[in-house]
């Protein structure tokens, strides 16, 4: 069965730091790697996805992930936070064999510190 | 485009009501999703639709029924509120393309408290 590990349920960095959210996927295939934003109040948005076209991928706002096969890990990072980046952050992975469905984290809550 | 819209926004019900929420795409997407969403327990699936006319089970779908009657709707259904159904639910859909992945497109949820 698939699933993902989001390491920690908050990370707080300060405004201008690096942002790093872990996450680490166990999947019997080839998967499919996603991370979703939740802004307060609001649905879930996609960051970015893996398809494995390439193991860097660029997302939206400034974030990328790289996906590390032998570490079975699929990080997320942004050089540099800002005030806007403060949201709960899902990482997930897909079994394009079953119904397109995908397997939700448990969320990290980004705090940023003025 | 609205793209994925819910309706209600917010509701309150007492144990033992029944309601329905509804969920609308414009994007012509085969599949479609029902998940709720729990401090600290992420997105669980309830049930999803690969088509109009189908329905299938998620992780956690006792106390709910769906029903897709049209592509574009899918609607999630409370016979008998119980307090552990207070939540926030979200749906969510997208297109079918084969062998591939595909985005899930999210509605802005549904906040159901049951008392």
């Known amino acids: 069965a698939q699933s993902v590990t989001q390491l920690g349920s908050h990370v707080s960095v300060s405004e201008g730091a690096l942002v790093l959210l872990r996450c680490n996927y166990s999947?019997?295939?080839?998967?499919?790697l996603f991370w979703y934003v939740q802004y307060p109040n609001q649905g879930l948005q996609l960051l970015l996805k893996?398809?494995?076209?390439?193991?860097l991928v660029k997302g939206i706002n400034g974030f990328e992930a790289e996906f590390k096969k032998s570490e079975t890990s699929f990080h997320l990072t942004k050089p540099s936070a800002h005030m806007s980046d403060a949201a709960e952050y899902f990482c997930?992975?897909?079994?394009?064999?079953?119904?397109?469905?995908?397997?939700f984290g448990k969320g990290t809550r980004l705090h940023i510190l003025p | 485009n609205a793209g994925v819209t819910q309706t209600p926004k917010f509701r309150v019900l007492k144990t033992g009501q029944s309601m329905t929420l509804l969920c609308a795409q414009d994007m012509n997407h085969e599949y479609m999703y029902w998940y709720r969403q729990d401090p600290g327990m992420g997105l669980r699936l309830i049930h999803y639709s690969v088509g109009e006319g189908t329905t299938a089970k998620g992780e956690v779908p006792d106390g709910y029924n769906v029903s897709r009657l049209k592509k574009q709707n899918f609607l999630l259904g409370l016979e008998s509120a119980a307090p552990s159904q207070t939540s926030v639910y979200f749906c969510?859909?997208?297109?079918?393309?084969?062998?591939?992945?595909?985005?899930?497109?999210f509605g802005p949820g549904t906040r159901l408290t049951v008392l």
């Open positions: 997930a992975v897909s079994d394009m064999n079953r119904d397109d469905k995908i397997i």
């Open positions: 969510a859909s997208s297109s079918f393309r084969a062998g591939a992945s595909s985005e899930q497109f």
């Open positions: 999947s019997s295939v080839p998967p499919y």
């Open positions: 893996y398809t494995s076209a390439a193991t």
